[in-house]
């Protein structure tokens, strides 16, 4: 089959290529679907059939057709894609380690096999890292850009995973494993392992294509649909205010009133350098650098009253 249509049975696409079966799964599909065609399948889950094709083409190819890339539907990739994070973040890798440990055996006592242990480790935890900062900033973020709300704009493509750094750390357990391991194991679970973990890069290519040439862009679609929902000027700053914490707002008080960084410290009793490490932030997070300048926003965003600088500053004379 080159390519898959609404009227092709669900079936027949499964074993066409095998690859599906995670497909289906992450979009909460079941099996025992009989002779009922993709669209008949996408009807009873509740699934947008033309985002379902797009995904199984995108999986066997590389490519979607031009005409079955309409508008998709990106609530349904959301779920696709979070879907993945938990197989592979909760099921897949932890699989893979368990078996690996299972194969190497006791690796306290075995220099190599602690290393790649490691290695897998530090991998792990990469991947980790970038899809549940994902979880974090993207979902949410296009949720409040799907329900309308006022938000502040992402730079996606840089909280999106990308394939080059992954596929170079899998190709380097892969190297380690197959050119340099040469120690006590299973042979046949480590040979089970290294399937996996290819197969698992393949996955991963696929998950990070689903991510850039299809999710990518409905969200730069949806973006510009909403690009009057972005933050205007006085949400800015009050959200630049909430990114203060209390302890910074404190430091703004005292050096719009003229206090140095010594008189700071022991009116809030912390040290000089924490002093200075607030101010940095604050600087940071305002992009404001001059006591003036932050002056103003202290007295327009109602941290406090001019009469307060004012009354500071005679007392001081």
Same mark, same amino acid.
Request: with cysteine.
């Given at each position: 089959?080159?390519?898959?249509?609404?009227?092709?049975?669900?079936?027949?696409?499964?074993?066409?290529?095998?690859?599906?079966?995670?497909? @289906?799964?992450?979009?909460? +599909? &079941?099996?025992?679907?009989? $002779? *009922?065609?993709?669209? %008949?399948?996408?009807?009873?889950?509740?699934?947008?059939?033309?985002?379902?094709?797009?995904?199984?083409?995108?999986?066997?190819?590389?490519?979607?057709?031009?005409?079955?890339?309409?508008?998709?539907?990106?609530?349904?990739?959301?779920?696709?894609?979070?879907?993945?994070?938990?197989?592979?973040?909760?099921?897949?890798?932890?699989?893979?380690?368990?078996?690996?440990?299972?194969?190497?055996?006791?690796?306290?006592?075995?220099?190599?096999?602690?290393?790649?242990?490691?290695?897998?480790?530090?991998?792990?935890?990469?991947?980790?890292?970038?899809?549940?900062?994902?979880?974090?900033?993207?979902?949410?973020?296009?949720?409040?850009?799907?329900?309308?709300?006022?938000?502040?704009?992402?730079? @996606?493509?840089?909280?999106? +995973? &990308?394939?080059?750094?992954? $596929? *170079?750390?899998?190709? %380097?357990?892969?190297?380690?494993?197959?050119?340099?391991?040469?120690?006590?194991?299973?042979?046949?679970?480590?040979?089970?392992?290294?399937?996996?973990?290819?197969?698992?890069?393949?996955?991963?290519?696929?998950?990070?294509?689903?991510?850039?040439?299809?999710?990518?862009?409905?969200?730069?679609?949806?973006?510009?649909?909403?690009?009057?929902?972005?933050?205007?000027?006085?949400?800015?700053?009050?959200?630049?205010?909430?990114?203060?914490?209390?302890?910074?707002?404190?430091?703004?008080?005292?050096?719009?009133?003229?206090?140095?960084?010594?008189?700071?410290?022991?009116?809030?009793?912390?040290?000089?350098?924490?002093?200075?490490?607030?101010?940095?932030?604050?600087?940071?997070?305002?992009? @404001?650098?001059?006591?003036?300048?932050?002056?103003?926003?202290?007295?327009?965003?109602?941290?406090?009253?001019?009469?307060?600088?004012?009354?500071?500053?005679?007392?001081?004379?």
């Amino acid at each position: 089959m080159d390519k898959y249509t609404k009227d092709d049975r669900l079936y027949d696409a499964i074993c066409d290529d095998y690859r599906l079966l995670n497909v @289906i799964s992450r979009f909460g +599909m &079941h099996l025992g679907f009989g $002779e *009922k065609t993709i669209e %008949e399948v996408c009807g009873e889950s509740g699934i947008d059939c033309d985002t379902f094709l797009a995904v199984l083409n995108l999986t066997k190819s590389g490519v979607v057709p031009h005409w079955q890339q309409p508008k998709l539907s990106l609530r349904t990739l959301g779920e696709y894609l979070q879907n993945s994070h938990a197989y592979f973040l909760d099921f897949l890798l932890p699989s893979i380690r368990r078996k690996l440990v299972e194969a190497l055996g006791g690796f306290t006592n075995n220099d190599m096999a602690f290393l790649i242990i490691k290695f897998y480790d530090e991998f792990c935890l990469e991947v980790r890292t970038h899809m549940e900062r994902e979880n974090k900033e993207v979902f949410p973020y296009v949720d409040a850009l799907m329900q309308g709300k006022k938000i502040r704009p992402i730079t @996606i493509e840089i909280s999106l +995973m &990308h394939r080059t750094p992954i $596929e *170079k750390k899998l190709s %380097e357990l892969k190297n380690v494993m197959i050119k340099y391991y040469d120690g006590n194991a299973n042979d046949n679970l480590l040979n089970s392992i290294l399937y996996d973990i290819f197969l698992f890069e393949e996955d991963l290519v696929c998950h990070c294509m689903v991510e850039t040439r299809l999710f990518l862009g409905e969200i730069k679609r949806l973006e510009e649909e909403h690009k009057d929902n972005y933050f205007s000027e006085e949400l800015k700053r009050e959200e630049s205010q909430e990114l203060l914490s209390e302890r910074e707002k404190e430091v703004i008080r005292c050096v719009v009133k003229g206090m140095a960084n010594k008189e700071v410290a022991d009116r809030l009793f912390i040290s000089i350098n924490t002093v200075t490490t607030h101010r940095r932030n604050i600087a940071r997070k305002l992009d @404001i650098h001059s006591t003036s300048a932050l002056t103003i926003y202290a007295i327009a965003n109602k941290l406090l009253d001019i009469e307060e600088i004012r009354d500071e500053r005679i007392v001081s004379l």
